[in-house]
């Protein structure tokens, strides 16, 4: 048994303002039988939304998640600049330096995210969406190519790829050092394809930890990656 990546949740102080602009920078329609609040439909052959779920948490450091848009030309590299900053954007800094081919902006709640530039080979045909990058070890890799049955595409010096049997968005950890917990971030949500509990079983024995807030009010049960990164098991659906 597998779990499928049915989400990837922001935690948002505002879950319909975030989720207008990621709309409005991904040209994503909102779900109409959204399972937890505010989702977007994300059309990526991968197959997961993107959820907006309300939280108190305050972001205090950069994110361990972020997305890498891809462009098809330089043109089109500065359309989704433009775009997301006429949204709300705005440029951040961390640490590409002034000659960074790619565009470091955050969203309007300081999610940051890459507009990466025309022909990077890494992530041709993967979509708008070409990236879900981590900040992760090479064992929290191996744990969700496990977690998702999705398989390793790269895995050297200490860096990791995974990606859907379908295609679509790469999910990849660029290795040690470990960033700080940012306080607010984006996160996981699955669905087993079968019972909650024996999935939840299976999890743990790969190295997820049970969290001591245990179910949510939708009946998710939480968990954390061998990274300490929490994510969810949603009920079978």
């Avoid at 049915?6 to 909102?30: M, N, T, Y």
């Avoid at 900053?85 to 790619?102: N, S, Y």
Wanted: charged share 20%; hydrophobic share 35%.
């Amino acid at each position: 048994m597998t779990s499928r990546l049915i989400a990837l949740s922001f935690d948002s102080h505002q879950p319909e303002r975030l989720a207008h602009f990621w709309s409005g920078v991904l040209g994503l329609e909102k779900a109409d039988d959204s399972y937890d609040g505010v989702s977007l439909i994300s059309g990526n052959d991968a197959g997961y939304r993107l959820g907006f779920r309300p939280t108190e948490a305050q972001k205090v450091a950069q994110n361990r998640l972020h997305f890498d848009l891809t462009s098809s030309s330089p043109e089109d590299q500065q359309e989704t600049v433009v775009r997301a900053l006429d949204l709300g954007a705005q440029h951040a800094d961390v640490g590409q330096g002034p000659d960074a081919p790619h565009v470091v902006l955050a969203d309007p709640e300081g999610n940051e995210f890459c507009v990466i530039e025309p022909g990077n080979s890494f992530l041709a045909g993967c979509g708008f969406i070409g990236a879900l990058a981590c900040d992760g070890s090479q064992a929290v890799g191996y744990f969700w190519s496990e977690a998702l049955g999705w398989p390793l595409v790269w895995d050297q010096d200490g860096e990791t790829a995974i990606q859907s049997p379908n295609g679509g968005t790469k999910i990849t950890w660029g290795g040690p050092p470990l960033m700080p917990d940012p306080g607010k971030d984006l996160h996981f949500d699955l669905a087993p394809d079968g019972d909650q509990q024996a999935e939840v079983e299976r999890l743990l024995s790969l190295g997820a930890k049970r969290l001591d807030s245990a179910h949510g009010e939708d009946g998710a049960v939480l968990l954390a990656d061998p990274d300490g990164n929490e994510f969810r098991v949603l009920t079978h659906r």
